[in-house]
């Protein structure tokens, strides 16, 4: 076996993106039968578990663990922080597959052109914030100071106005800012505006733009698993869904007007973007051009706009299949005990004998 | 999509002058810009404004002996073709990525819209 550092480091990332994807299986299922019990912030949540489960490759193992499904537990080990077990047919296939250069080296390659892509993104949206300039419209920045205010957000949101952005957009991390499209002010009604800012403002409370980074950061460290991608597109997916209902849940009424604003900004004109369908991108939705496909994710929030009903929504359900799964999706199947060494429970009444037949 | 008049950065600085304020004379958008921005010349400004002429973006009226500019097309419709629109070009479509938006934007047909209007109406 190849025991290079790459190499083990490989085999662990493996072995999460192996689990995690058990993992990303079971929430698909509860999410498919739990319905619209769930709400898209919990399913936010839900998924947010398998993301994690990618970026932390160790676990404790545990007799709960979903992964004993692939495994018999022989004995409960203590507590303790172990690499993700896998079971010896996975493990051998993983070691064979390490053994050879060439994969190491392809994983290298495709996750540097992966990461210099996103540095390139990266790079393109601080030069667009940049070359942005402060909203002239006395209107805009008051409608932003009330919208502010009704969400009660006490840090400043800069308004800044770009031509190079195709729709309003929340850019930056440390110090973030609110990007509108030029002209945007004569085109959406006061209404229209502040349903986007509460929906930028949703964003901004739950720190999207941070979670975008580890989404990619996944990616590029994941690539080889096609359910990462599946994964952060419907994460992505209840992210907007879950902004939907916080923006429609400051406005009651409003779910009719907020869809037209929505198609409104997708019927507007965009900067020339020729070559955006084919450069690849760590988001699956942007690979799909004028699809049916691409229609689908968007039809799926429309309907979830139109059906929006403020009130209570009972969190219950959502924290306690967040709890259940993060316990058994955390936790690791328990490691089969070693062949060679002796039996700890052969050796404990051997050892109460001899001491007793040493006091006796 | 039909062919919407692209206009270089520098161009847009000028129709933000004649969209500000229109019908206006050259020299008053020579004088406006150089206000803003000392480094504008005006052989740089007049050549740029017979281009947006050429490009149908502005029109002009004849007032005694000078022309009086005026926009041809609104603010909003102009899309800005910006210098390093190679790197936008290519890497544009993932800015999605990058920033949190509030829709992911993306070429609808007539026929798309109407069926999410569609959906709407249920």
Redesign the interface.
């Known amino acids: 076996m190849n025991t290079g550092p790459i190499a083990e480091f490989l085999r662990q990332l493996g072995a999460a993106s192996v689990q995690a994807s058990g993992l990303a299986i079971v929430v698909w299922m509860a999410c498919a039968v739990l319905g619209r019990h769930l709400s898209p912030r919990w399913r936010c949540l839900l998924w947010s578990l398998v993301i994690v489960r990618l970026g932390w490759p160790f676990s404790i193992p545990s007799e709960v663990s979903l992964f004993n499904l692939w495994a018999i537990p022989r004995r409960f080990t203590p507590t303790d922080w172990v690499p993700c077990y896998l079971p010896e047919e996975l493990s051998n296939a993983a070691n064979a597959c390490l053994n050879r250069a060439w994969v190491i080296w392809v994983w290298m390659a495709v996750s540097t052109v992966l990461l210099l892509?996103?540095s390139?993104?990266?790079?393109?949206?601080v030069?667009?914030r940049r070359?942005a300039r402060p909203v002239r419209s006395w209107k805009l920045r008051e409608l932003l100071h009330q919208c502010l205010e009704t969400t009660h957000t006490k840090a400043p949101v800069p308004l800044l106005e770009s031509?190079?952005?195709?729709?309003?957009?929340?850019?930056g991390w440390i110090q973030p800012c609110l990007?509108i499209?030029?002209?945007?002010v004569?085109?959406l009604s006061e209404n229209e505006l502040k349903l986007?800012f509460f929906?930028?403002l949703a964003?901004?409370r739950r720190r999207?733009?941070a979670v975008?980074w580890v989404?990619?950061a996944v990616q590029i460290f994941h690539w080889f698993n096609p359910l990462v991608w599946l994964v952060a597109r419907e994460l992505r997916t209840a992210r907007?869904e879950a902004c939907d209902a916080a923006a429609l849940a400051t406005i009651p009424g409003a779910n009719?007007s907020y869809?037209?604003t929505?198609?409104k900004?997708?019927?507007?004109?965009?900067?020339?973007?020729?070559?955006?369908?084919f450069?690849?991108?760590?988001?699956l939705?942007?690979m799909v051009?004028?699809s049916r496909l691409?229609?689908s994710p968007?039809?799926q929030r429309?309907?979830a706009?139109?059906r929006f009903r403020p009130g209570a929504r009972t969190w219950v359900v959502g924290a306690c299949t967040w709890l259940a799964l993060a316990c058994i999706g955390f936790t690791d199947a328990e490691p089969p005990a070693a062949t060679d060494g002796p039996d700890p429970s052969e050796i404990a009444p051997s050892t109460a004998s001899a001491s007793q037949s040493e006091a006796a | 999509m039909n062919a919407l008049p692209r206009i270089s950065e520098t161009e847009w600085e000028i129709m933000r002058v004649v969209w500000a304020r229109h019908p206006i004379s050259a020299a008053e958008i020579i004088e406006t810009l150089v206000a803003q921005d000392a480094t504008w010349h005006p052989v740089t400004a007049k050549t740029l404004l017979n281009r947006l002429v050429k490009k149908r973006v502005l029109g002009f009226d004849l007032d005694g002996r000078s022309y009086l500019y005026r926009p041809l097309v609104r603010e909003r419709d102009c899309v800005n073709a910006v210098s390093s629109s190679f790197l936008e070009r290519v890497f544009g479509g993932s800015l999605s990525s990058m920033v949190a938006h509030f829709v992911e934007h993306r070429k609808l047909s007539a026929k798309q819209v109407r069926e999410l209007r569609k959906i709407l109406d249920e």
């Open positions: 892509h996103w390139v993104t990266w790079y393109l949206s030069q667009i070359n031509s190079r952005v195709a729709g309003p957009c929340l850019v990007l499209p030029t002209g945007l004569d085109e986007v929906h930028e964003h901004l999207d733009v975008n989404l990619s907007e009719r869809g037209e929505l198609i900004m997708l019927e507007r004109p965009s900067p020339p973007l020729e070559w955006a369908h450069a690849p991108s760590p988001g939705t942007s051009g004028n691409a229609v968007l039809a429309l309907r706009i139109s």
